[in-house]
């Protein structure tokens, strides 16, 4: 089992840049793929980016090609969220997510453990 923390969100304006990154306890934590999802009011969760356990896959929507980055980091158990050139629909509670198969999954029913989540709001 793993527990996660995210940390990182805030308010910013259009074209800023936030950090957002993931705590996990647990010493499993490199056999997880790691899920970043956002879920804004009067809507469904959506996957953001995706990385496997080693770091060496990632994957991420459309709508943040280029523009977000996912890392982790497996010896301080962690995984980052780098958001840059953010845009006002961008804002949306931000959640972190472990699945224990170890493969990036685009489905929130996929993943097994989730974090709090943390604001993120971009004003335009």
């Known amino acids: 089992q793993v527990q996660l923390v995210e940390s990182g969100g805030g308010l910013v304006q259009a074209g800023g840049s936030l950090r957002l990154s993931c705590a996990a306890s647990?010493?499993?934590?490199?056999?997880?793929?790691m899920g970043w999802f956002r879920q804004a009011p009067g809507k469904e969760r959506e996957f953001v980016a995706g990385i496997t356990r080693t770091g060496l896959t990632t994957h991420y929507a459309d709508f943040v090609k280029g523009r977000f980055t996912i890392s982790r980091d497996n010896a301080k158990n962690m995984v980052s969220l780098q958001m840059n050139s953010l845009k006002p629909e961008d804002t949306a509670v931000y959640y972190c997510?472990?699945?224990?198969?170890?493969?990036?999954?685009?489905?929130?029913?996929?993943?097994?453990?989730w974090g709090q989540g943390t604001q993120v709001t971009v004003s335009s």
């Open positions: 997510a472990a699945e224990d198969g170890g493969v990036i999954r685009l489905s929130a029913n996929a993943y097994d453990f």
């Open positions: 647990g010493r499993t934590f490199s056999s997880y793929a």
